[in-house]
């Protein structure tokens, strides 16, 4: 079965650096969602990708979809305390079960003022 | 357009009982899936409804069931409910049809005493 991987598992920044979260997939990806979630609470949307080579920015926030190397980077520049959260990716296991995502196990970030 | 919405957004409930959860998509969206997320198993998949029809199921016992009305509210029960239960139910909402954004509720935290 297909699995994603989340690196690292767990972030500790400064206010202001910048950071990078990758999600490796160990199949095929057919598009790769980003989404962000307070302990206990829903996922908050970032964005999605869909083709390789594909990049989105979301305020501060980008991510990048590299199909050949089955993975996705999200990479957060300047960071505040805002974005402080666990950052999930998830990703449809075929092209036409746009609506069954298995996800990463997250990252958990925290930013230190 | 109001977001997706669930209700109860908590719940205690006793071993043996029963529970049935509702999720209200965004308007206009026809697809809906539920996902369990627990500390150790992570965000897992349940089911997905597009228009009144299940068309994805995980790898879940056949307690767990659901359901989709014509309005796309959804509905998911889980019957003789065990302590391994307890978790927090979230729902996601898109158009349906591909690989759409899709958009998570708050969630249900259902706890099993």
């Known amino acids: 079965s297909q699995e994603l991987e989340q690196s690292p598992q767990s972030l500790i920044v400064q206010e202001g650096k910048n950071l990078t979260i990758n999600c490796t997939s160990s199949k095929t990806l057919y598009g790769l969602y980003w989404y962000k979630q307070k302990y206990g609470e829903g996922l908050i949307f970032l964005m999605m990708l869909q083709k390789g080579g594909e990049e989105k920015s979301h305020e501060k926030i980008t991510a990048k979809l590299d199909e050949k190397k089955q993975q996705s980077s999200l990479h957060i520049t300047a960071s505040q305390p805002s974005h402080a959260g666990i950052y999930l990716c998830g990703a449809p296991l075929s092209y036409n079960q746009g609506g069954k995502l298995i996800f990463g196990q997250g990252t958990e970030l925290s930013v230190k003022p | 357009k109001a977001g997706v919405t669930q209700t109860p957004r908590y719940l205690i409930k006793t071993r043996g009982q029963q529970v049935t959860l509702s999720c209200s998509p965004i308007?206009?969206?026809?697809?809906v899936s539920w996902y369990q997320q627990t500390p150790g198993q992570g965000l897992q998949f349940l089911f997905e409804y597009f228009s009144e029809t299940q068309r994805n199921k995980g790898n879940f016992p056949g307690r767990f069931s659901g359901r989709q009305f014509s309005n796309s509210r959804s509905e998911m029960n889980v019957s003789t409910l065990e302590l391994g239960d307890s978790a927090l139910y979230l729902c996601?909402?898109?158009?349906?049809?591909?690989?759409?954004?899709?958009?998570f509720g708050p969630g249900t935290r259902l706890t099993v005493t």
């Open positions: 308007s206009g969206h026809r697809s």
């Open positions: 996601a909402s898109s158009p349906g049809g591909g690989p759409y954004e899709q958009y």
